[in-house]
T-cell receptor
Framework: RKEVEQDPGPFNVPEGATVAFNCTYS??????FFWYRQDCRKEPKLLMSVYSSGNEDGRFTAQLNRASQYISLLIRDSKLSDSATYLCVVNHSGNTGKLIFGQGTTLQVKP | DAGVIQSPRHEVTEMGQEVTLRCKPI?????LFWYRQTMMRGLELLIYFNNNVPIDDSGMPEDRFSAKMPNASFSTLKIQPSEPRDSAVYFC????????????FGSGTRLTVV
C-alpha cells in the first residue's frame, strides 16, 4: 500500500465549479500535512499547510481527519488558472522527518 | 534570492554513460532533498541531507546511484552506469529543516537515457 494515496483524476470541471480532492495516508504517526501544486512541466510549490482545525486561504479550504487518516482540499469558484496537479504531502516525524508526496490529482478547469 | 538552482535542465545520454546532476540550494537552508518523478511512480524521495550529512538514503534505487554534498552550497547526484529506466525528472529541493513545510524545489533536470 502506498504511504499517501490520491485519486489521480483527471477532474474536469467548468469555471466557477466547486471541486474537492481527498487523500489518505497510511502512517498514523504522521504529524504534518500539506497540499502542493504542480503545473505542467514545472516544479511543485507549496499551496497550503493543513491543520487539524481546518484552514482556509481565499477560495481554498483544507481539512484533516486524523481518525480516518484523510486530508481534503476544496476549491470554490474554480478558475482556469487553477488547472494543475495537486499533491497531497505528509510528514512522518516532525522536524526530523521527510515529506512524502502522493502521486497527485489532476484538475482541468474548462471555460 | 535565486532559489534552488539545478543543472543541467535537460540531459540526453546513452545507456551505460555516467550522468551527474547538480544542485545549489538556497543559502541558509540546512536540508537538501533529491526526488525523482515519473508518470508511473510520482515523486519519490531518493536521499536527503541535513547540514551536509546524508540522513536517509533508503530511496536510492541501487548502487548505480550516489549522492554527495561536499559543502552547504552544492550537491550532486550521480548515476553510473545509466540505464533507460532511469529516465525521469530529477528534482532537488531545500528547506530550513527536514520537516519544514516550505520545501523549495529547483526547476528539475529532465533526464533521458537512450
Amino acid at each position: 500500500r502506498k504511504e499517501v494515496e490520491q485519486d489521480p483524476g483527471p477532474f474536469n470541471v467548468p469555471e466557477g465549479a466547486t471541486v474537492a480532492f481527498n487523500c489518505t495516508y497510511s502512517n498514523s504517526a504522521s504529524q504534518s500535512f500539506f497540499w502542493y501544486r504542480q503545473d505542467c512541466r514545472k516544479e511543485p510549490k507549496l499551496l497550503m499547510s493543513v491543520y487539524s482545525s481546518g484552514n482556509e486561504d481565499g477560495r481554498f479550504t483544507a481539512q484533516l481527519n486524523r481518525a480516518s487518516q484523510y486530508i481534503s482540499l476544496l476549491i470554490r469558484d474554480s478558475k482556469l488558472s487553477d488547472s494543475a496537479t495537486y499533491l497531497c504531502v505528509v510528514n512522518h516525524s516532525g522536524n526530523t522527518g521527510k515529506l512524502i508526496f502522493g502521486q497527485g490529482t489532476t484538475l482541468q478547469v474548462k471555460p | 534570492d535565486a532559489g534552488v538552482i539545478q543543472s543541467p535542465r535537460h540531459e540526453v545520454t546513452e545507456m551505460g554513460q555516467e550522468v551527474t546532476l547538480r544542485c545549489k540550494p538556497i543559502s541558509g537552508h540546512n536540508s537538501l532533498f533529491w526526488y525523482r518523478q515519473t508518470m508511473m511512480r510520482g515523486l519519490e524521495l531518493l536521499i536527503y541531507f541535513n547540514n551536509n550529512v546524508p540522513i536517509d538514503d533508503s530511496g536510492m534505487p541501487e548502487d548505480r546511484f550516489s549522492a554527495k554534498m561536499p559543502n552547504a552550497s552544492f550537491s550532486t547526484l550521480k548515476i553510473q552506469p545509466s540505464e533507460p529506466r532511469d529516465s525521469a525528472v530529477y528534482f532537488c529541493a531545500s528547506s530550513l529543516h527536514p520537516g519544514a513545510a516550505g520545501y523549495t524545489f529547483g526547476s528539475g533536470t529532465r533526464l533521458t537515457v537512450v
